[in-house]
């Protein structure tokens, strides 16, 4: 049988479902140098983020047909690349698109309410009403950039509160509904009191949060970024937040990760990042919104269904 290549722990499932197609290859725990041996006669690679796909890794794969990214950005993978060799991109955005949408809920939620920060309060000792007063979230508007499965899936969990939901995508369109009103980026800066990231990273979104983005918001808002860390610029987010300009950030990813996700660059963390984490009006999580007991099973079994019965995607699924 054809090899499949496993370079990242992901659930059972996946194996479950496409070894009796495919002979699974357990390298997980192995080198870059031991992988690069290992893949030259693979037709699939499965992984999360270990390893960047670059041509350089990838020219030692001689009969790959496919990579399936457990997860939804693909940023580590060389697309152009791919495109060249006809190797098929898979990811798994459908599997943990309702986990994203639940924790930039539960973010917006506590940065609205003090949640955080109050929990600290009262485990010292300090009972602060008034200081801890909250904003509701009912009668407000929330912009949505990036339409996506994560985008949308934002948008279904917004559906039961009394708000209005403005939505961006530079690559949709026609998906505006009664309670969701698909927009240009003028109406969302003029109008939102949240605005909320889904968008791949890209030579066109990165840094996309720059000091010209926050000037153009034309309301003080609150921002949240469960996307990827590099679109929003720390500088300039802290100095929106120092003005005012924001009222509080909830970020799941930063602008300093690691390229494999696993952990912030501790050793050259600059100034201003330092100065973020000592800000109150902020909730900090270690890229985690998609990241669920359910998700981990999902985002396989999504992997699975695509690789098999329903063959390979042309293209991989926006976020």
Same mark, same amino acid.
């Given at each position: 049988?054809?090899?499949?290549?496993?370079?990242?722990?992901?659930?059972?499932?996946?194996?479950?479902?496409?070894?009796?197609?495919?002979?699974?290859?357990?390298?997980?725990?192995?080198?870059?140098?031991?992988?690069?041996?290992?893949?030259?006669?693979?037709?699939?690679?499965?992984?999360?983020?270990?390893?960047?796909?670059?041509?350089?890794?990838?020219?030692?794969?001689?009969?790959?047909?496919?990579?399936?990214?457990?997860?939804?950005?693909?940023?580590?993978?060389?697309?152009?690349?791919?495109?060249?060799?006809?190797?098929?991109?898979?990811?798994?955005?459908?599997?943990?698109?309702?986990?994203?949408?639940?924790?930039?809920?539960?973010? =917006? +939620?506590? &940065?609205?309410?003090?949640?955080?920060?109050?929990?600290?309060?009262?485990? #010292?000792? /300090?009972?602060? $009403? %008034?200081?801890?007063?909250?904003?509701?979230?009912?009668?407000?508007?929330?912009?949505?950039?990036?339409?996506?499965?994560?985008?949308?899936?934002?948008?279904?969990?917004?559906?039961?509160?009394?708000?209005?939901?403005?939505?961006?995508?530079?690559?949709?369109?026609?998906?505006?509904?009664?309670?969701?009103?698909?927009?240009?980026?003028?109406?969302?800066?003029?109008?939102?009191?949240?605005?909320?990231?889904?968008?791949?990273?890209?030579?066109?979104?990165?840094?996309?949060?720059?000091?010209?983005?926050?000037?153009?918001?034309?309301?003080?808002?609150? =921002? +949240?970024? &469960?996307?990827?860390?590099?679109?929003?610029?720390?500088?300039?987010?802290? #100095?929106? /937040?120092?003005? $005012? %300009?924001?009222l509080g950030a909830g970020l799941d990813v930063f602008e300093y990760e690691k390229a494999s996700f696993e952990q912030l660059d501790l050793e050259s963390l600059p100034r201003e990042f330092q100065e973020l984490l000592q800000t109150k009006n902020t909730i900090f999580t270690p890229h985690v919104g998609g990241w669920t007991a359910e998700s981990y099973y999902k985002l396989s079994d999504v992997l699975a269904e695509k690789i098999l019965g329903n063959g390979l995607l042309e293209k991989?699924?926006?976020?």
């Open positions: 049988m054809e090899k499949v290549i496993f370079l990242d722990t992901v659930h059972p499932i996946l194996e479950e479902k496409i070894n009796h197609q495919y002979t699974c290859i357990h390298a997980e725990n192995k080198s870059k140098e031991e992988c690069l041996e290992l893949i030259k006669d693979v037709v699939g690679i499965v992984i999360r983020s270990r390893f960047r796909m670059d041509s350089e890794f990838l020219e030692n794969a001689k009969n790959l047909k496919f990579i399936a990214r457990s997860g939804a950005g693909m940023e580590n993978i060389d697309v152009n690349y791919c495109e060249n060799r006809n190797i098929q991109l898979i990811n798994a955005p459908e599997g943990n698109r309702n986990a994203v949408a639940e924790h930039a809920l539960g973010m =917006l +939620l506590s &940065l609205m309410n003090n949640l955080n920060s109050a929990d600290k309060e009262v485990r #010292k000792g /300090l009972w602060r $009403r %008034e200081e801890n007063r909250g904003i509701e979230l009912s009668g407000k508007t929330v912009g949505i950039i990036g339409f996506g499965n994560n985008g949308s899936a934002f948008a279904k969990v917004l559906g039961g509160f009394n708000i209005k939901i403005l939505a961006y995508d530079k690559y949709k369109n026609g998906f505006g509904t009664d309670q969701i009103t698909e927009c240009q980026l003028e109406e969302l800066y003029e109008n939102s009191d949240v605005i909320s990231f889904h968008i791949p990273q890209n030579e066109e979104t990165i840094h996309w949060a720059d000091d010209e983005f926050f000037k153009k918001v034309k309301k003080p808002f609150y =921002l +949240l970024n &469960l996307s990827r860390g590099k679109i929003v610029k720390t500088e300039s987010l802290l #100095k929106a /937040l120092k003005s $005012r %300009e924001v991989y699924t926006i976020i």
